[in-house]
């Protein structure tokens, strides 16, 4: 996959806000999540781990799918994660119970680690 992020669009996103990227049942089946999952780990370790990033999963009970979500700290570092998987702001509080897939584990305090 091949990101053209041009660096005006960078200013455009929202630096304090966290991103959420929805998958349908058929990506998340086809390996879309573990894609992701280890862009993000690339963007993570090239960026020197910035403290707050951290990329994390819910699934809701009955959900075929599933979210992510990117922290606020991760933006403009996944800035072409979030456009090239069209990430969506979030407006209220996140959810409860995600589970840290990558990243800052200090920020993860109160979450759980899935394997």
């Given amino acids: 996959m091949g990101f053209n992020l041009d660096q005006r669009e960078i200013?455009?996103?929202d630096t304090a806000t966290p991103y959420?990227?929805?998958l349908s049942r058929d990506e998340f089946?086809?390996?879309e999540l573990q894609v992701i999952e280890s862009v993000f780990r690339q963007i993570y370790v090239a960026a020197n781990g910035p403290f707050g990033m951290a990329l994390f999963l819910h699934r809701s009970p009955g959900e075929f799918g599933c979210r992510l979500y990117l922290s606020a700290a991760s933006m403009p570092h996944a800035a072409?994660?979030?456009r090239a998987y069209g990430a969506c702001p979030v407006d209220g509080p996140l959810p409860e119970r995600m589970s840290l897939r990558v990243?800052?584990?200090l920020l993860a305090s109160g979450y759980t680690r899935e394997f």
């Fill in 103 to 105: 990243g800052d584990a």
């Fill in 11 to 13: 200013i455009r996103l």
């Fill in 29 to 31: 089946e086809g390996g």
């Fill in 20 to 22: 959420c990227i929805r």
């Fill in 80 to 82: 072409a994660l979030v």
